[in-house]
């Protein structure tokens, strides 16, 4: 079956420019996570939503980064005015509701600034 | 609030020995689950096991097992007769409940090698 699709799968871009990440999770799973991960890191939690609401969005590390999700479905990522420490990979994953259902990841989109 | 600890940044094994790989947490929130994903160097994050805070026995999945001490806020993973191929990032998670839904936090991961 479809999984966790991310696009683009790689995004290089210039200091400054905005970019959109986009996410579309597993069909019927209503719980969506955002994550970064530098090069040999750990998972940076950015935000995550239920539904289309995002009751926890205190990972965002700054008011250029924001994401939504409509029709309780796919997913965005946008970072205004990027800048070079904006580089990582951004990982997206979807889970059923329910704390037991584990996590299925996309393949993240690998972002670089040049 | 919600933490998760992981203070093995590497670890070697030799082939077909048993390996544990250390986790700790933190959380105000009696109901909780933990889980260990892999993450080979492809990339791609792997499920491998769960532990409900309500739970009475530690969870095992084939080769893996979780030592969940619930008093000592740890949830370690034993992985049994290590292969090649478990060599690979290996990260602990944590999701809480509540009227918040469930944010899942990681933690640092650990480099497992596992030497032929």
């Known amino acids: 079956g479809a999984g966790v699709s991310q696009s683009p799968s790689n995004k290089v871009t210039e200091k400054g420019k905005d970019v959109e990440l986009r996410c579309d999770p597993i069909?019927?799973?209503?719980?969506l996570y955002w994550y970064r991960q530098s090069l040999g890191q750990g998972l940076e939690f950015l935000i995550y939503?239920?539904?289309?609401?995002?009751?926890?969005k205190s990972g965002l590390p700054s008011d250029r980064f924001s994401a939504e999700r409509t029709g309780g479905s796919v997913s965005t990522l946008t970072i205004q005015r990027t800048q070079q420490e904006d580089s990582a990979v951004y990982l997206c994953?979807?889970?059923?509701?329910?704390?037991?259902?584990?996590?299925?990841f996309g393949d993240g989109t690998r972002l670089s600034i040049l | 609030a919600q933490k998760i600890t992981q203070t093995q940044p590497g670890m070697f094994v030799q082939e077909k020995e048993a390996v544990t790989l250390d986790c700790t947490y933190d959380t105000s929130d009696p109901s909780y689950g933990l889980f260990w994903y892999k993450q080979p160097s492809s990339g791609e994050m792997i499920f491998l096991i769960y532990?409900?805070?309500?739970?009475?026995q530690n969870a095992t999945e084939g080769r893996y097992s979780l030592n969940f001490q619930k008093a000592r806020k740890s949830a370690n993973l034993v992985i049994s007769a290590s292969q090649l191929g478990d060599s690979a990032m290996y990260f602990c998670a944590m999701r809480e409940g509540g009227a918040g839904g469930f944010k899942t936090i990681f933690g640092a991961g650990t480099r497992l090698f596992v030497k032929a």
């Open positions: 939503f239920q539904g289309n609401s995002a009751p926890d």
């Open positions: 069909s019927g799973h209503t719980a």
């Open positions: 532990q409900g805070s309500y739970d009475q």
């Open positions: 994953a979807s889970s059923s509701s329910g704390r037991g259902q584990p996590q299925h």
